[in-house]
């Protein structure tokens, strides 16, 4: 019956006709495959931006999707990609599309040519880390992509509508270019998104509310863009969202308090939220980094730690400020010579977090986690396994260990003497190497700033120290107004992040160290100059007191009032002795004391003895004033003489007769 697959009688002989039929079938599809080519309109559009982008390595002696050539990468390039890639399965896998396009960190400048919307079956775009300048072109509108990235180009303008209507968008990476204005409310059209990430912006405006309809989003990237207004409490309907970073930003009002509840990364920090008493009092809350990011004025709770206010003033008295700060990032305590001891930075943790020192000298904030590494457990310090080289074994201590961030990472020294400090920042690359391997071709690019002030653009440490694994100590000064220095390293997307691990870049600082250009004062001097100081208030308080009670005694503190009353009191009591005792004698010098045969007087010996001499009544002149007792004095008894004002022995003094 004749045919090579017919079926047979026996069982033996169908299984083996069986197989033979197979093996033919397979055979047929991968000759078929092999032979399938990238169609000649996508081979023409790959010449054609070829052209305008100087992409002259791409070789078209070779089929694009012929795995042949420069066009074929390996996967662990991916961070340096320069690659194309095709699927061969449409008609009967007879034709090949190209599905994926990733030109990452190629150097690559100008315009982004509008001739990748003739790529119908593109999937994945990825142009990050370039120099394109201008916009996205209005014909990219055909295209269905799923992911595209641009981050870390010159791209200007507001936010390109034109992406509004790929709707298939699952990922969508446009941070650290140039965009400004509002961002566009199309935007909620993009229901398909899970990683959203549009960080290092200048947009303006309020932080969109069309943001809850993102219901996929995973990812939520928006620093550092300028947006203002408060969190939308519809975000809260985002159930599937794990990373929220909105640090350094505009946002206003309150904290939604189930923020701080999830157990996600969110990171909050740098804005100007409005305290509440609900509001947590301290910064260390987990996965939840919120320092600075309240408004001092807000703040009522004498329990709320300064951490939470901007520029994170110090709480500390003056006897409690210190001079100096040395630390060893990311590394154990140690001591370097001799006499200077870096603290331990051992804390394993960095995404979006707030770590503070047990010494409470210093503390930092980090934030972001590694995008593209695929793991949940990123390392936030680095070990070097390399010699050190050009310092001594001590010094090379401080090079072997260093602390990274995946996009920002702020020290802070705290509670410092205000005045001028001499602030060392201490670099070795030791992650990337100077061989030939693919670890070689690694570039790590970030900024730093001190006191807010931009002092290291675009700062390449293996550029700047000459190679890798070579000590680099940049040196500058800081002024310290107000208790507080703050170093803050920031990558903006520049540089590489896949070589020669996925995830390994962003900022790298190996130890800080921060000396006063001033004298500060010795061990324990701050100590005595209070002793001092208080014991010179307490004397100079008893001496004061030790004078006034010696002029109050005199009469020279009362008021003419009161020295006259005081006076009267003790002329009546003379008088009324002498009255009782006519036949008495006194006679007393102003250093005698009071001699008499009486004691029931009542009358003060000191006051007595201010008195020249007292006769008998009996001796007074007649022709003095009579009364039923005796002649008086000039003055009546019980009234001050009239030129008698302060002093009490002065006014005892006029007094010349009393009986």
Known sequence: MGGACNLASSPQLLLQVSIICSITLISFGLAASASAKLHFQEVSVLREIGKKLGKKDWDFSKDPCSGEGNWSILDERKGFENSVTCDCSFNNNSSCHLVSIALKSQNLSGIIPPEFSKFRYLKQLDLS?????????????????????????????????????????????????????????????????????????????????????????????????????????????????????????????SVPPWLLERNKNVDLSYNNFTWQSSNPDECSR????????????????????????????????????????????????????GNTTYQDDKEPRGASMFYSHPSQEWAFSSTG??????????????????????????????YTT????????????????????????????????????????????????????????????????????????????????HHTLKIRLYWAGRGTTGIPLRGIYGPLISAISVDPNFKPPSNGSKRNVVIIVTGAVAGAIFLAFLVLGV??????????????????????????????????????????????????????????????????????NESKPKTDQGSLPANPIGEVPKDGACKVDRALSLLWVIG
């Open 369 to 398: 986690n590694f995008m593209d590494d695929d793991s949940e457990a990123d390392a936030y310090t680095k070990t070097n396994k390399s010699a050190i080289s050009n310092v001594s074994a001590t010094i090379a201590q401080l």
């Open 286 to 337: 987990g996965s939840v980094n919120i320092v600075e990011s309240f408004s001092p004025s807000t703040i009522k709770s004498s329990k709320a730690h300064s951490c939470l206010k901007q520029n994170f003033p110090c709480s500390a008295s003056r006897n409690q400020q210190h001079y100096s700060l040395h630390i060893n990032c990311g590394g154990n305590e140690i001591t370097v010579d």
């Open 551 to 620: 002029m109050w005694r005199n009469g020279c503190l009362c008021g003419k009032a009161a020295a006259d009353k005081a006076i009267n009191t003790k002329y009546k009591a003379i008088r009324n002795h002498f009255w009782q005792n006519p036949s008495q004698t006194y006679s007393m010098s102003i250093n005698e004391s009071y001699r008499t045969d009486s004691t029931s007087s009542g009358v003060e010996p000191e006051d007595a003895g201010r008195l020249l001499r007292f006769p008998r009544a009996s001796e007074h």
């Open 402 to 481: 260093a602390r990274v961030s995946p996009l920002s990472l702020t020290y802070y020294g705290l509670c410092l003497m205000n005045g001028n400090y001499t602030v060392k920042l201490h670099f070795a690359e030791i992650i990337f190497t100077n061989d030939s391997s693919l670890t070689s071709l690694g570039k790590r690019i970030f900024d730093v700033y001190i006191q807010g002030n931009l002092v290291l653009k675009d700062f390449n440490i293996e550029d700047e120290a000459g190679g890798v694994a070579i000590p680099l100590v940049k040196t500058f000064i800081a002024a310290v107004t």
């Open 129 to 253: 880390r370039n120099l394109f300048t201008g916009v996205i072109p209005p014909q990219w509108g055909a295209l269905r992509l799923e992911e595209f990235s641009v981050m870390g180009n010159r791209l200007s303008g507001p936010f390109p509508k034109v992406l509004t209507n790929m709707t298939t968008l699952r990922n969508l990476v446009f941070s650290s270019n140039a965009l400004t204005g509002n961002l566009p409310a199309e935007l909620g059209k993009l229901v398909n998104l899970t990683d959203m990430r549009i960080n290092d912006n200048n947009f303006s405006g309020k932080l969109p509310t069309f943001i809850s309809k993102w219901t996929k989003v995973q990812k939520l990237h928006i620093q550092g863009t300028s947006l203002k207004g408060p969190i939308p409490s519809s975000i809260a309907s985002l159930t599937k969202l794990s990373d929220l970073y909105l640090t350094g930003n505009k946002l206003s009002g």
